[in-house]
């Protein structure tokens, strides 16, 4: 095993119980230790487990496997501020739903920027938001299916609006809500490079995943050494994290990442039963968050099967170094 896996491992073993945030549901206390904990940790999935180890709760936990994948997206974002991914429309998510619009404008100079208009729903971390990364339609290809540009938008931009989403049952620690775009201006700088859908929006369904997974995983580590669960059990954890950092580090494009990603996420719903009855002995509070919130290693777990049985075909049916993305 490298130096580079074993460094995380050490840091688990090490810090024990010493470096949780003691936030409690203040999210403004628990992302700046997020911050000053993650500093000098190159790689996101690392930040990520990190996040997760130091959490008061599952929502902390998720925002750093969230923040640490979009990282893991786009690195040039920075590691001190909080972005949020909007896609999803009225329509939902797919390419073809996306009526968000983009527009080449020139202002009376003849310089040409843009201009974002439309609605994004269900967005996470979205009054805690420093930055926006959305998808938007530039128009169409010659054949007809919708061009999609991914914008990084300044969340206190002049034309944004931010309105919170009430009654959101998982996660409520962390807020949720839509944002409207009306005529924001959009520099050129500010537009990321290539197709929004096949460099953003699909990856990002793995990297996400696997981020959010080695977040949790690490908020179950410190609530093992916490609790004095069974030394098994952490074992598993820290073998767990081993094989998640490996394919996070991976190209998300590559079929057998995706494959292999697909048994992690098995063997951590496996984890998740295994360790049902250690939860008996810990706070109520905390057991009552983690009953509530352990439904999110189930969300989109339809669309989970479809890409397993996509990447599956690619070794079945052609070349498995295709791109598994195109």
Same mark, same amino acid.
């Given at each position: 095993?490298?130096?580079?896996?074993?460094? !995380?491992?050490?840091?688990?073993?090490?810090?024990?119980?010493?470096?949780?945030?003691?936030?409690?549901?203040?999210?403004?206390?628990?992302?700046?230790?997020?911050?000053?904990?993650?500093?000098?940790?190159?790689?996101?999935?690392?930040?990520?487990?990190?996040?997760?180890?130091?959490?008061?709760?599952?929502?902390?936990?998720?925002?750093?496997?969230?923040?640490?994948?979009?990282?893991?997206?786009?690195?040039?974002?920075?590691?001190?501020?909080?972005?949020?991914?909007?896609?999803?429309?009225?329509?939902?998510?797919?390419?073809?739903?996306?009526?968000?619009?983009?527009?080449?404008?020139?202002?009376?100079?003849?310089?040409?920027?843009?201009?974002?208009?439309?609605?994004?729903?269900?967005?996470?971390?979205?009054?805690?938001?420093?930055?926006?990364?959305?998808?938007?339609?530039?128009?169409?290809?010659?054949?007809?299916?919708?061009?999609?540009?991914?914008?990084?938008?300044?969340?206190?931009?002049?034309?944004?609006?931010?309105?919170?989403?009430?009654?959101?049952?998982?996660?409520?620690?962390?807020?949720?809500?839509?944002?409207?775009?009306?005529?924001?201006?959009?520099?050129?700088?500010?537009?990321?490079?290539?197709?929004?859908?096949?460099?953003?929006?699909?990856?990002?369904?793995?990297?996400?995943?696997?981020?959010?997974?080695?977040?949790?995983?690490?908020?179950?580590?410190?609530?093992?050494?916490?609790?004095?669960?069974?030394?098994? !059990?952490?074992?598993?954890?820290?073998?767990? !994290?081993?094989? !998640?950092?490996?394919?996070?580090?991976?190209?998300?494009?590559?079929?057998?990442?995706?494959?292999?990603?697909?048994?992690?996420?098995?063997?951590?719903?496996?984890?998740?039963?295994?360790?049902?009855?250690?939860?008996?002995?810990?706070?109520?509070?905390?057991?009552?968050?983690?009953?509530?919130?352990?439904?999110?290693?189930?969300?989109?777990?339809?669309?989970?099967?479809?890409?397993?049985?996509?990447?599956?075909?690619?070794?079945?049916?052609?070349?498995?170094?295709?791109?598994?993305?195109?």
């Amino acid at each position: 095993m490298e130096k580079s896996q074993l460094r !995380i491992i050490d840091r688990l073993l090490t810090e024990g119980t010493q470096t949780v945030s003691g936030a409690g549901k203040q999210f403004d206390v628990w992302i700046q230790s997020f911050y000053r904990q993650t500093k000098g940790w190159a790689d996101p999935v690392d930040r990520a487990v990190i996040g997760g180890f130091i959490s008061d709760c599952v929502a902390f936990a998720f925002s750093a496997g969230y923040c640490s994948a979009l990282q893991s997206l786009v690195p040039e974002l920075p590691t001190d501020k909080i972005t949020s991914f909007c896609v999803t429309e009225e329509g939902g998510a797919h390419p073809r739903a996306i009526k968000t619009r983009l527009a080449p404008v020139s202002d009376e100079s003849g310089n040409q920027t843009n201009t974002l208009n439309g609605e994004k729903k269900y967005i996470t971390c979205a009054n805690e938001a420093d930055l926006i990364l959305a998808a938007a339609s530039s128009g169409a290809y010659d054949d007809g299916r919708n061009r999609i540009r991914m914008v990084k938008v300044d969340s206190r931009a002049p034309g944004v609006t931010i309105t919170p989403m009430k009654d959101i049952h998982l996660v409520p620690e962390i807020s949720h809500g839509m944002v409207a775009f009306n005529n924001v201006t959009i520099r050129n700088a500010d537009l990321l490079p290539g197709d929004g859908y096949l460099n953003y929006i699909k990856p990002f369904r793995t990297i996400e995943d696997l981020h959010v997974t080695a977040a949790i995983s690490g908020y179950l580590f410190r609530t093992a050494c916490q609790y004095d669960w069974d030394r098994e !059990i952490k074992q598993t954890i820290l073998c767990l !994290i081993v094989t !998640i950092r490996t394919l996070a580090l991976s190209d998300p494009g590559a079929p057998a990442v995706h494959i292999l990603t697909g048994d992690v996420l098995s063997r951590t719903r496996e984890l998740i039963k295994r360790i049902d009855p250690y939860w008996e002995a810990v706070d109520k509070d905390t057991r009552d968050a983690w009953n509530r919130d352990k439904a999110l290693m189930d969300i989109a777990g339809k669309a989970r099967v479809r890409r397993l049985e996509t990447a599956w075909a690619v070794y079945q049916k052609k070349d498995p170094d295709e791109d598994f993305l195109s």
